[in-house]
C-alpha cells in the first residue's frame, strides 16, 4: 500500500512537470513574451532593461528553472488586468467554483440513486423506460444551450430565479459561500442544476446498471430467501455492493465538475475560477492563465489520487500492492 | 468478428487455405462470405445492414442525419438567403420574429432573424455546414493518428506500447474540455487550431480501442498463419490486423463525431472557438446569447434545437451500431 502511494505519487510529480513544461513552452515560447510582458509604450532602452530584468536573454531552459523555482516559491506572476498576484485571484474564486460543483454533484447524487434504483428494480416499467430515455437526454445536450434555456424560462419569462452572480453570501468559517441565505440559494438553483444535468444522466445509468446486475448474484437470492424484507435486500445488500463503481465515478467526475464549470460560470456570470479564466483568456492575462492551468492540473492529479485510495479502501479485493502500473 | 462493406483482404484467404485445419476455425467469417457474395446471400454488410434496421429509432436517427448531412451539403443551394452575403442582409430586419416578412416583403424570415438581419434558417443551414466539418474533419485526422499509434504499440509492443498508453492514459485522466480549453489558450483561434485541439483530446480513444482490439486479433491463428507466410510486416499489419480491429472502432468513431461537435460548438460559445468569420453552431448560440434576456429567445434556440438533433441522430446511430458491430452478440 505504502510502496503504491509513493509510486502514484513520484508519478504525480512527473505529469506536474511535464504540465509545468508545456505551460511554460507554450507561454514563452509560442508567443513572444516581450510584448506580454513589458509595457508597449516602454522605449528601447526600457525593454532592454525589461528583458535583462525578467532573464529573458538566458537560455529557455535557464527561464524554465527560475520559473519553477518561482512557482514552488507560490510566485506565479501578477495579474496584468487587477495587478494582484494571481494565484491570489484564483484561491478568492476558488470558493465560488467549489460551492457550485458541490451543490451540482448533491443533485446528481441525491436524485440520480433514487431514479437509478426505480430503473434498475423495473426496467422494462413505463417510469424505468421514461427515466432511461432522460437520461440519455442528458447526455446528448449540450450542456451551455440547456444552460440558456433554463435562463429563458425561470428568468426571462417566469421570472422566478435571478440569471446571474452569486447574489449575498455569507461567511461560513471565513469563507463566502451562498447556500446560507434563501437569496444565494435562488442564485445558486440554476447553475447548479444545469452542471449537474450531465451527471445526473451518469449516476442514473450506472446506478441502474449495477441494480439490475446485483438483483442476478447468488448473495441477494440468499437474502431473499432468509426472508428478509425488499426494502432491506435493496437498501443493504444491494446499494453496498453498488456503491463501489458509483463512488469511484463520483469521485472522478468531480473534477470534470469543476472543468465543467468553466461553461456554467460563463453562462450563469457566477464569479469562479471559470468565469475567471474565460476573461483572462480573452483579455490575454497570461500570469492568471499559467496560474489557473497549474493549479487545475495539480487539483485533478490530487483528485484521481483520493480516488484511486478511497477505491482499495471502499473494495478488499483491489490489492493495489499487487497492482503493476 | 467480421468487418463492414470492406473486400476482404485476400491474403487472409490465402493464409487461410494455406493452414486449412486451422482457418476452418479461426480464418474472419469475411472468408466464407465471399464466396456467399456470389450467389447474392448474405454479405457482411447486408447482415450488418439488416440487424441496423431492426431498431426503428436508430433507423429514424440515420434518417435524421442523413437529411441533416444533405442539408450542410447543399447549404448554398437551398438556403433562402447567402447570411455572409452583406448585400443581401438589411438592417432594418434585424431581430425579427419567427414568421415576419422581410421589409420589402419579398421574404418570409421562418425562424426570424438575428441583430443583423440575417435570416436564422440560412445561419443554421451554414452553420452545420461548418460544425459537421470540423467535426468529421477532426475525427478523421484524431482516427489516422490514434489508429497509428494504437497499432504501433500493440505490434511493437516494448518501451513504445508502454509510452503512447502511458501518455494516452494520463491524458484521459483530465476532461476533454480542459485539454481543449488549454491548448486554445496557448494556440489562439482558428479553424485549423480547434482541429489540432480536438485531434489532441480525441486520438488517445481511438489507440486504445484499437490496440486492445488488436492484441486480441494478434493472437488469433489467422495472423499467425500470415506471418508463417513471411509476408511483409506491413502487410500483416495493414491488411490482416487492421481490417479486423475495425468493428470496435467505428463505434467509437461515431460517438466521437457526436462528442467533437458538441466540444467545438461549446468552445466557440466561450469564444475559444471558431473565430467569427467562421459561424459554427456554437458561435451562433453565443451571438444570441446577448439577446436572450430581452425575450428575443430564437436567435439562440433554433441553433440549439439544430445542434441537438445533430447530436441525437448521431447518437442514436452510434449505439444501434454498437450493437450491430458487438461480435459478443453475435454467434
Redesign the interface.
Known amino acids: 500500500m505504502l510502496v503504491y502511494v509513493i509510486r502514484r505519487l513520484l508519478q504525480s510529480v512527473v505529469?506536474l512537470l511535464a504540465m509545468s513544461l508545456?505551460?511554460f513552452v507554450?507561454?514563452y515560447a509560442?508567443g513572444n513574451p516581450v510584448d506580454i510582458l513589458i509595457n508597449p509604450q516602454a522605449d528601447q532602452e526600457d525593454i532592454e532593461r525589461a528583458i535583462k530584468g525578467l532573464g529573458l536573454d538566458k537560455p529557455l531552459w535557464e527561464q524554465y528553472l527560475v520559473f519553477l523555482r518561482q512557482a514552488l516559491a507560490g510566485d506565479l506572476g501578477k495579474s496584468f488586468a487587477f495587478n494582484v498576484p494571481a494565484i491570489q485571484l484564483i484561491v478568492e474564486r476558488m470558493p465560488a467554483t467549489l460551492e457550485l460543483a458541490t451543490a451540482a454533484m448533491l443533485i446528481a447524487i441525491v436524485l440520480g440513486l433514487p431514479l437509478g434504483l426505480w430503473a434498475g428494480l423495473a426496467p422494462r416499467s413505463v417510469a424505468g423506460r421514461t427515466i432511461m430515455t432522460g437520461s440519455?437526454?442528458g447526455?446528448?445536450?449540450?450542456?451551455?444551450?440547456v444552460g440558456?434555456?433554463l435562463?429563458?424560462v425561470f428568468?426571462?419569462?417566469l421570472g422566478w430565479l435571478p440569471?446571474n452572480g452569486r447574489g449575498p453570501t455569507t461567511e461560513l468559517l471565513g469563507v463566502p459561500v451562498s447556500f446560507l441565505s434563501w437569496e444565494g440559494l435562488k442564485h445558486l438553483a440554476m447553475p447548479a442544476t444545469n452542471l449537474a444535468l450531465f451527471n445526473l444522466a451518469l449516476v442514473i445509468r450506472l446506478t441502474r446498471a449495477g441494480t439490475r446486475e446485483a438483483l442476478l448474484q447468488d448473495y441477494v437470492k440468499f437474502a431473499r430467501a432468509k426472508g428478509l424484507s425488499n426494502a432491506r435486500v435493496v437498501g443493504v445488500h444491494v446499494l453496498k455492493n453498488i456503491a463501489i463503481p458509483i463512488v469511484t465515478v463520483i469521485g472522478?467526475q468531480f473534477?470534470?465538475l469543476i472543468?465543467?464549470a468553466?461553461?456554467t460560470e460563463?453562462?450563469f456570470a457566477w464569479p469562479g475560477m471559470g468565469k475567471l479564466?474565460?476573461d483572462s483568456?480573452?483579455v490575454l492575462d497570461r500570469p492568471v492563465?499559467v496560474a489557473y492551468?497549474l493549479i487545475?492540473?495539480t487539483l485533478?492529479i490530487v483528485i484521481?489520487l483520493l480516488v484511486d485510495l478511497l477505491y482499495s479502501v471502499l473494495d478488499p479485493r483491489v490489492r493495489l500492492a499487487d497492482a503493476r502500473t | 468478428m467480421s468487418f463492414p462493406g470492406e473486400t476482404p483482404p485476400r491474403d487472409a484467404e490465402i493464409a487461410a487455405s494455406a493452414v486449412s485445419a486451422v482457418s476452418a476455425v479461426s480464418a474472419p467469417p469475411a472468408v466464407s462470405s465471399v464466396i456467399a457474395a456470389g450467389e447474392g446471400e448474405e454479405t457482411p454488410l447486408r447482415r450488418i445492414a439488416a440487424d441496423f434496421a431492426d431498431s426503428r429509432l436508430a433507423l429514424a436517427g440515420l434518417a435524421l442525419f442523413l437529411a441533416i448531412l444533405a442539408v450542410a451539403v447543399l447549404a448554398p443551394v437551398i438556403s433562402p438567403q447567402n447570411p455572409y452575403d452583406l448585400a443581401q442582409l438589411d438592417v432594418l430586419d434585424s431581430r425579427l420574429e419567427p414568421g415576419a416578412r422581410s421589409g420589402d416583403g419579398k421574404q418570409v424570415f421562418w425562424l426570424g432573424t438575428d441583430d443583423q438581419g440575417r435570416d436564422m434558417l440560412s445561419a443554421i443551414f451554414y452553420g452545420l455546414r461548418i460544425s459537421l466539418g470540423v467535426g468529421v474533419s477532426a475525427t478523421l485526422c484524431a482516427l489516422a493518428l490514434g489508429l497509428t499509434l494504437g497499432l504501433a504499440g500493440a505490434f511493437l509492443g516494448g518501451r513504445v506500447d508502454t509510452l503512447i498508453m502511458r501518455v494516452a492514459d494520463?491524458q484521459l485522466?483530465?476532461?476533454a474540455?480542459?485539454i481543449a480549453?488549454?491548448l486554445?489558450?496557448?494556440?489562439g483561434q482558428g479553424i485549423d487550431k480547434i482541429i489540432i485541439a480536438l485531434v489532441a483530446v480525441q486520438w488517445a480513444y481511438y489507440a486504445r480501442t484499437v490496440r486492445s482490439a488488436a492484441l486480441v486479433e494478434r493472437s488469433k491463428e489467422y495472423i499467425e498463419a500470415a506471418t508463417c507466410l513471411a509476408l511483409p510486416a506491413s502487410r500483416i499489419v495493414f491488411r490482416h490486423l487492421l481490417p479486423n480491429c475495425l468493428p470496435p472502432v467505428i463505434v467509437v468513431a461515431t460517438v466521437q463525431v457526436?462528442a467533437a461537435i458538441?466540444l467545438e460548438?461549446?468552445l466557440s460559445?466561450?469564444?475559444?472557438g471558431l473565430p467569427i468569420t467562421e459561424p459554427s453552431l456554437?458561435l451562433l448560440?453565443s451571438n444570441?446569447?446577448t439577446y436572450?434576456?430581452?425575450?428575443k429567445?430564437w436567435i439562440?434556440?433554433f441553433p440549439?434545437v439544430a445542434?441537438?438533433a445533430t447530436?441525437?441522430s448521431i447518437?442514436l446511430v452510434g449505439d444501434q451500431l454498437r450493437d450491430v458491430l458487438n461480435p459478443r452478440l453475435q454467434i
Open positions: 505529469v508545456l505551460v507554450g507561454v509560442i440519455i437526454l447526455f446528448s445536450l449540450p450542456t451551455f444551450w440558456l434555456m435562463i429563458m428568468s426571462v419569462h440569471s472522478l473534477g470534470s472543468a465543467f468553466i461553461v460563463t453562462i479564466i474565460i483568456i480573452n492563465i492551468l487545475i492540473v485533478f484521481n | 494520463i485522466s483530465f476532461p474540455i480542459l480549453l488549454i486554445l489558450a496557448l494556440l457526436a458538441a460548438a461549446t460559445f466561450l469564444g475559444l456554437g448560440i444570441g446569447f436572450m434576456l430581452s425575450g429567445y439562440s434556440f440549439g445542434l441537438l447530436i441525437v447518437n
